[in-house]
């Protein structure tokens, strides 16, 4: 996780106020550019090489006015989680135990493709961190993390990151897909700050 670098990087002073993270567990560290564009309510996007892999993870980081417990609710939430992730059309936990959650998604990838199910394994660190693997289904890969930190800067906030490996196979070349991914990632964060901040009025 690179922790050392993330320290440093962690105690950033914008506009005069301290930007304190209160963990480490980020899957890649923030440049000072990219704290400052997250302050401004952007959304930070890029990707990843993983491994051997020719084209690796996209990941998107976002920060919340909100404490990392609704969010972590809401993201958990298979009844609401259709209304911010694009494409997805539903969710369904098969079964929990222990360690986690055995959950089904159908999404509908793109327009142009065919709506696919698959099925992921979620486990927790309980308002920290999900990490999620696929079991079956028509994805031939698909796994990553939600990460929520929390941030010091005089109120509530929290910064999320969204971290995501997807290979369609036949369905869609990588270098397709890790483009959508990289469009609907922000997509997905900007719809998640939009939804806690509704129900936080509600």
Same mark, same amino acid.
């Given at each position: +996780?690179?922790?050392?670098?993330? %320290?440093?990087?962690?105690?950033?002073?914008?506009? *005069?106020?301290?930007?304190?993270?209160?963990?480490?567990?980020?899957?890649?560290?923030?440049?000072?550019?990219? =704290?400052? !564009?997250? #302050? &401004?309510?952007?959304?930070?996007? !890029?990707?990843?090489?993983?491994?051997?892999?020719?084209?690796?993870?996209?990941?998107?980081?976002?920060?919340?006015?909100?404490?990392?417990?609704?969010?972590? &609710?809401?993201?958990?939430?298979? %009844? /609401?989680?259709?209304?911010?992730?694009?494409?997805?059309?539903?969710?369904?936990?098969?079964?929990?135990?222990?360690? *986690?959650?055995?959950? @089904?998604?159908? +999404?509908?990838?793109? $327009?142009?493709?065919?709506?696919?199910?698959?099925?992921?394994?979620?486990?927790? /660190? %309980?308002?920290?961190?999900?990490?999620?693997?696929?079991?079956?289904?028509?994805? &031939?890969?698909? @796994?990553?993390?939600? #990460?929520?930190?929390? #941030?010091? %800067?005089?109120?509530?906030?929290?910064? #999320?990151?969204? $971290?995501?490996?997807?290979?369609?196979?036949?369905?869609?070349?990588?270098?397709? =897909?890790?483009?959508?991914? !990289?469009?609907?990632?922000?997509?997905?964060?900007? $719809?998640?700050?939009?939804?806690?901040?509704?129900?936080?009025?509600?």
């Amino acid at each position: +996780m690179r922790a050392n670098l993330f %320290r440093l990087l962690a105690s950033v002073v914008f506009w *005069g106020v301290p930007f304190f993270i209160e963990g480490n567990s980020l899957a890649f560290p923030l440049g000072e550019a990219e =704290m400052d !564009r997250l #302050v &401004k309510g952007e959304v930070v996007v !890029r990707g990843e090489p993983d491994g051997d892999r020719k084209n690796g993870r996209v990941e998107a980081a976002i920060l919340i006015d909100a404490p990392a417990e609704p969010i972590w &609710k809401l993201i958990n939430d298979c %009844r /609401q989680t259709p209304q911010f992730i694009p494409g997805l059309k539903s969710c369904r936990i098969l079964r929990q135990d222990e360690i *986690g959650d055995l959950i @089904e998604h159908r +999404m509908k990838i793109s $327009s142009l493709l065919p709506e696919v199910k698959y099925v992921f394994q979620a486990e927790y /660190q %309980r308002y920290r961190r999900i990490d999620f693997k696929r079991i079956s289904g028509d994805l &031939k890969e698909f @796994e990553g993390s939600w #990460v929520l930190e929390g #941030v010091d %800067r005089g109120k509530p906030q929290t910064l #999320v990151v969204y $971290s995501v490996f997807l290979d369609a196979g036949s369905l869609l070349p990588q270098w397709a =897909m890790q483009l959508l991914l !990289r469009q609907d990632l922000p997509e997905i964060l900007l $719809s998640l700050r939009k939804r806690i901040s509704s129900l936080s009025r509600e």
